[in-house]
């Protein structure tokens, strides 16, 4: 956490750690990271140990020295200080609008489900993305349906996508054996409806994680058949054996995002991935198990035309995609691709009519959307009840 007391400069940055008690009694450090702006550092202020500041700090070479130590000791990304490129920064004539802003996540059955996962030791996307719709999800919504997203497969991807702040490394640590069983029983216990298990991209692994992700499935459905599970994963560098792996392990719904349209791929995804390899990880889902149920997720306000959603919803229609999801690109940091447009709430609800009317069985489109936002999940359910019902007939 950053704050921000802003004065006038020169600047000095000073960390502190502090403690906060759980109802539990076990302890947990919270890092602060203050950083203070002062225009006015008389000589009887100065001191010679810890911080020392002078009119010296005008001198480039000094500001130099000290923005460098400071990127140091915060280490936001590896390999140094990062730069601002022609692509990221914050876009001063692109405001916030209000209908982005939610209220703090509550209720009773919040609270519930957050203890139930601190307590089975479980990492969802949900708080380390810090989701908008976390409070909606987990307490059930207008179906009472709670939902999670799980990681599995670690928190360090091997790509580097420009609107992701998760952690990158080209050689991530190993998946824990240990982690299917686990899991499985970890959410049969906890007792959801619908879950979604995702991951980062492993491309270090020789079937990208799919192996992994398919026991865990299989371990989640022998423990409890009934439970409903989508598997939201990476396209696997193409690899269709893969992609039939998973689908044949007893998944209901089967998620892979092309993120945005097809002019954009080069400039907001990772250059292993693409649009044409995306389509065709889709594309061979539904092949290999027919009656499978696929979805994607696009975001939006990243530059994207009108026409490039219109011929990138029809790709996915052309493969048979049944679920789209579209929601506001925000970006993590300045680091990351900036924010090209908000785009009006009236603006999704027009491409969610549009969405269904070329045929997606269902489209889930709103600013604070996500891709795994459980909003359409009792649809999706009454879906995979008819694809079963279908193939037993």
Not at 14 to 36: A, E, P, Y
């Amino acid at each position: 956490m950053i704050h921000h007391c802003s004065i006038t400069k020169p600047a000095f940055s000073v960390s502190i750690s502090t403690h906060k008690q759980r109802r539990s009694t076990s302890f947990f450090n919270l890092g602060f990271r203050i950083r203070c702006e002062s225009g006015d550092v008389s000589p009887s202020s100065k001191r010679t140990n810890a911080v020392s500041l002078s009119s010296e700090m005008e001198d480039s070479s000094l500001k130099r020295n000290l923005m460098e130590s400071e990127g140091r000791k915060s280490e936001p990304y590896p390999g140094g200080i990062p730069k601002m490129g022609p692509f990221t920064g914050r876009d001063p004539n692109v405001k916030k609008p209000s209908w982005l802003r939610q209220k703090a996540p509550q209720g009773e059955r919040f609270q519930e489900v957050k203890e139930s996962l601190t307590r089975l030791k479980l990492n969802t996307v949900c708080e380390e993305a810090q989701c908008p719709n976390i409070g909606e999800c987990w307490n059930g919504g207008g179906d009472g349906i709670a939902t999670a997203t799980i990681m599995v497969l670690g928190d360090t991807c091997t790509r580097g996508c420009r609107f992701c702040a998760v952690k990158t490394s080209r050689n991530p640590a190993p998946p824990d054996p240990m982690e299917p069983e686990n899991t499985a029983k970890a959410i049969t216990s906890w007792g959801v409806d619908y879950i979604v298990i995702t991951s980062v991209d492993r491309d270090d692994l020789p079937d990208g994680g799919s192996g992994h992700f398919a026991q865990t499935v299989k371990a989640m459905k022998r423990l409890k058949p009934d439970i409903m599970i989508e598997c939201l994963t990476s396209d696997f560098r193409g690899d269709l054996e893969a992609v039939d792996s998973l689908v044949h392990s007893g998944l209901d719904v089967f998620a892979h995002n092309i993120e945005t349209v097809k002019r954009l791929q080069r400039l907001v995804r990772d250059p292993r991935a693409g649009y044409e390899q995306s389509m065709s990880v889709l594309k061979h889902a539904k092949i290999s198990k027919p009656g499978m149920i696929t979805k994607t997720s696009i975001m939006l306000g990243l530059g994207e035309t009108d026409e490039e959603l219109k011929e990138a919803m029809a790709d996915l229609r052309a493969i048979d995609v049944d679920i789209l999801t579209l929601g506001q690109y925000l970006q993590p940091t300045p680091l990351h691709l900036t924010v090209k447009e908000y785009v009006t709430p009236e603006k999704f609800d027009f491409w969610k009519t549009y969405g269904e009317s070329i045929g997606f069985r269902y489209v889930a489109s709103g600013p604070l959307v996500r891709s795994s936002y459980r909003a359409g999940e009792l649809f999706v359910k009454t879906m995979v009840k008819e694809s079963y019902a279908k193939s037993m007939s």
